[in-house]
């Protein structure tokens, strides 16, 4: 559902006095296209150094010029969605209630970034739905059975074929606003060019060489599908890295994990190698799949040895 804008907002020939509130439509590094309640498109930039905004966000404005601004705060966030490394952190989008994770069968999607995606969508407490793209390929069958550990484990997966068939995904986007995540080549763009034909969203073909997408988004944006459902398309991913979580985020983000959590000999376990690990028992009676523990682990470590 689509946060609630002010409809106060009339630009008149004195609104550099008044503060007008919009929905933040895209990010481009220090500057931001707002839209306001209706449908004017401001340009704005921030106080000072702030570049803290993402797509979703509610932001105050006032007018410096007929179609210029400058963002002066805005409204609190029902929820954000960002990566992060050792020395900054990347904000995708704001006041989503959905992440939807685009794969494809070719170029060949990494399972290890699809992991990443999941435990933060699951640490930001944001409802997730994976679609797998280019259903129509040979290679369909493979990532569909990779997939299988997901799909077990209560996760939405949608089978879809965009460039011939996008309408299977939008009983899922109906009254969400969600964000499109994936690395690139995966047809996030191809999808919002079939959702929303007059939008024209420039797509790329991937490097069959490199086994992998070409970026073709380079800022994130808002699209609207309707009065009560809006789409965000972000950036192409190469790596999500997580370093905003503790140990404790990153174990409840394993859904799997959940009921295991508190039973182990050591409060403090890791689940890598410690004696009596009521996880690690777990894999071995079948109960949590052993690739997950291994993603679990790969992450944990990462996280541990990161300063």
Do not use: W
């Not at 006095?17 to 439509?25: C, H, N, R, S, Y």
């Not at 905004?53 to 932001?59: N, P, Q, S, Y």
């Not at 174990?251 to 996880?279: M, N, T, W, Y």
Request: neutral net charge.
């Amino acid at each position: 559902m689509l946060p609630p804008i002010s409809t106060n907002n009339s630009i008149t020939l004195n609104s550099q006095a008044l503060m007008l509130q919009g929905l933040v439509i895209a990010a481009y590094g220090k500057r931001y296209q707002v839209e306001l309640p209706d449908k004017t498109k401001i340009s704005c930039v921030t106080r000072g150094k702030k570049t803290d905004l993402a797509c979703g966000d509610i932001v105050n404005i006032r007018l410096t010029d007929k179609r210029e601004g400058v963002v002066e705060s805005s409204e609190p966030r029902h929820s954000l969605l960002y990566r992060s490394n050792a020395f900054k952190s990347k904000m995708l989008a704001a006041n989503v209630t959905q992440i939807v994770i685009v794969l494809a069968t070719q170029p060949s999607f990494y399972e290890a970034l699809l992991n990443r995606c999941l435990t933060a969508a699951e640490a930001a407490k944001i409802q997730t739905l994976i679609v797998l793209n280019k259903c129509d390929l040979a290679e369909a069958n493979d990532a569909k059975s990779k997939l299988k550990v997901y799909e077990n484990l209560g996760y939405q997966i949608v089978h879809l074929s965009a460039k011939e068939d996008v309408s299977p995904l939008l009983p899922y986007l109906n009254h969400h606003q969600s964000v499109l995540v994936g690395q690139s080549g995966m047809g996030k763009s191809t999808i919002i060019n079939a959702l929303l034909p007059n939008e024209n969203v420039r797509t790329q073909e991937i490097s069959n060489t490199l086994d992998s997408g070409k970026h073709t988004t380079t800022a994130a944006h808002l699209y609207h599908l309707d009065a009560d459902s809006a789409l965000i398309d972000s950036p192409g991913l190469q790596e999500f890295g997580l370093n905003h979580l503790s140990h404790e985020d990153l174990e409840l983000a394993f859904i799997e994990f959940r009921p295991f959590l508190g039973h182990c000999r050591f409060s403090d376990c890791k689940h890598q190698h410690e004696p009596d690990c009521a996880v690690m028992h777990a894999v071995k009676t079948g109960k949590i799949n052993a690739v997950r523990l291994a993603f679990y682990q790969a992450l944990s470590t990462e996280l541990s040895t990161t300063p």
